[in-house]
């Protein structure tokens, strides 16, 4: 025995009040070794505890009068009958010899107790623990449900069925088949199992269902689990698998979106390992892969029409028919955006059209384009802005290493910092323009591939440093304002040209000083002679010393001029 079948069997004190007590023992004992005789042939079938054969004599509301021979009458309850129909005058009965009389002087019998006994004897001599039996389900009791075999017999709730059990009311009432488990002839009582049999049962079919069925055979099956992973079918006793790949040609996230638990599917048999009783199963093989002709049906360049599926980060899946889906790459959505997120350009459930870019059959692949539906902008952008042309744009942002403008919807192009001024150093474009600036500029460079377009405002005038040997040569003198001190010297925005000169700290004066701040502030208008020139590296070198030393130590008062200036040059 099990240690299932020992705790089922331990169970069994939980339907005592079905079962003769222990004081019915020796009248049972005694009932067996007299078994057959009459009253006449043996007196001691007189004592409690004997089956007589009695005679109906009286039948009233609550008792029925049986006389079985002796001194008076025995009185027997009418509900212990079970069977109606014996209910008739003089029909013979056995009753069980209960008790000598009771309080009125009657002897006391039971029909239920002989039936009982009768019930035990039929279950010692025909049955035995293995054997099987037929049974009806009568009722529910602590722990299982009792059986009428031919007596009452404990079903425990474990053996009731092979699968798991929501309601036992639905047993109750119906008529099958049990195994007995134990004979227990001490308490008198029976276990039996309905599991057992429908276990040796599904064995049964297993083996059989494994013995002929075939890769490639359709058969039909009932869902008995759903997990993220497939759905597993009960075939006539054996467990399937049904991966969700082999569900369906189309995507799904989850086996649930096609079947639900109980419902039955007709499915091809795809492969089987009889040593481990696993069967493979398919759905979506029992119809013609929508795959096999999709190379002759979208070539490239086909334009395509579908509803959006799906959306992920990297873009968007479109079901051109069931079972066919292709990807829209966020790249191949616009030809003038910078999609970052398909949801810039379209949501779930929307239908679009698109063009077919390519095919991976064997991967079940195909990619498409949303953009590829319009021309190409980028292709005439070249006729449209030639190289030098003059073009008037919008400030649409600003970054630390230039501007970006708006030539038409959906056509941008780049001022570098590089290209915004000849003479100033510039740090941030927001030095000179900006969000929403209506600009002046010149195209520079159009690179279709790359889509950039890059632009120049410094090319609108004369670049003053190819013509300044000429306009500022060497040893002439310039008049500018200081704009920046340094520890070096000072900086001078020259006038008329705006281009920038350095006075080192040694050509700022002819006399000795100490700090650059002792000789000039910033705001102060100089005049100084040009001691050098760097046109490539836009470098011009001046000298306030020169200078006086070329006027030959006039009135210094003449070279700064503002009211802040902190000493003379005398």
């Known amino acids: 025995m099990s240690k299932n079948d020992k705790h089922t069997w331990d169970a069994n004190n939980i339907v005592d009040d079905v079962h003769f007590q222990e004081k019915d023992a020796d009248l049972f004992k005694n009932l067996l070794e007299h078994e057959g005789k009459t009253a006449s042939e043996d007196q001691s079938l007189m004592a409690p505890g004997t089956i007589l054969k009695g005679r109906i004599v009286e039948i009233t509301k609550d008792h029925v009068v049986v006389d079985v021979g002796l001194k008076s009458k025995g009185i027997v309850p009418i509900e212990e009958f079970s069977d109606p129909s014996v209910l008739m005058l003089d029909n013979e009965v056995e009753v069980l010899y209960d008790q000598p009389e009771d309080d009125n002087g009657q002897i006391v019998l039971s029909r239920e107790k002989a039936e009982r006994l009768r019930q035990w004897e039929y279950i010692i001599e025909h049955c035995e623990e293995g054997s099987i039996v037929k049974g009806k389900v009568i009722r529910k009791v602590k722990g299982g449900l009792m059986v009428d075999i031919g007596m009452e017999a404990f079903l425990p709730g474990s053996q009731i069925d092979n699968k798991r059990i929501k309601n036992l009311d639905e047993y109750l009432d119906k008529t099958y088949e049990f195994k007995i488990l134990k004979i227990n002839i001490e308490r008198k009582n029976v276990v039996v199992s309905r599991r057992e049999l429908l276990e040796a049962e599904r064995i049964s079919k297993k083996a059989e269902v494994l013995e002929y069925i075939q890769p490639g055979d359709i058969r039909e099956g009932i869902v008995k689990n759903i997990t993220d992973f497939g759905v597993f079918l009960d075939l006539d006793g054996i467990d399937g698998l049904l991966h969700i790949t082999d569900m369906t040609w189309k995507r799904i996230k989850h086996p649930s979106e096609m079947v639900h638990i109980g419902q039955k599917l007709e499915v091809m048999i795809l492969s089987i390992d009889k040593d481990k009783g696993r069967v493979a199963l398919g759905l979506k093989q029992k119809d013609a892969n929508p795959w096999d002709l999709i190379e002759e049906k979208y070539p490239a360049g086909t334009r395509v029409h579908g509803k959006i599926v799906n959306l992920l980060p990297y873009g968007a899946f479109i079901e051109i028919e069931p079972g066919i889906e292709g990807l829209i790459h966020v790249s191949e959505m616009s030809w003038t955006k910078n999609i970052t997120d398909p949801k810039e350009m379209v949501k779930q459930g929307d239908e679009v059209d698109a ?44 970054t630390n290493f230039g501007a970006f403008v708006e030539l038409e919807p959906g056509i941008e192009g780049l001022i570098h910092i590089s290209d915004l001024s000849w003479i100033k150093k510039v740090s941030h474009p927001s030095e000179i323009f900006k969000k929403g600036d209506i600009v002046d500029a010149i195209v520079l460079n159009v690179d279709r591939d790359s889509k950039k377009i890059t632009l120049g405002v410094k090319q609108l005038a004369t670049n003053p440093w190819e013509s300044i040997v000429d306009t500022i040569p060497v040893d002439s003198l310039v008049k500018g304002k200081v704009t920046k001190i340094a520890a070096f010297g000072a900086f001078v925005e020259l006038e008329e040209s705006g281009l920038e000169g350095l006075i080192h ?62 000493r003379k040059n005398s």
């Open 355 to 398: 063009v077919v870019l390519s095919i991976q059959k064997e991967e079940g692949k195909i990619s498409l384009g949303m953009k590829q539906i319009e021309p190409n902008p980028w292709d005439e952008v070249e006729a449209r802005y030639p190289k030098d042309s003059s073009v008037k744009a919008e400030i649409k942002s600003l």
């Open 505 to 566: 700290v040694t050509e700022l004066s002819d006399q000795p000083f100490g700090k650059v701040q002792d000789v000039v502030s910033v705001g102060d208008t100089i005049t100084a002679k040009v001691i050098k020139l760097d046109p490539e590296n836009k470098k011009i070198a001046l000298s306030i010393k020169q200078y006086l030393i070329d006027k030959n130590q006039e009135n210094r008062d003449d070279i700064v001029t503002t009211p802040t200036k902190k």
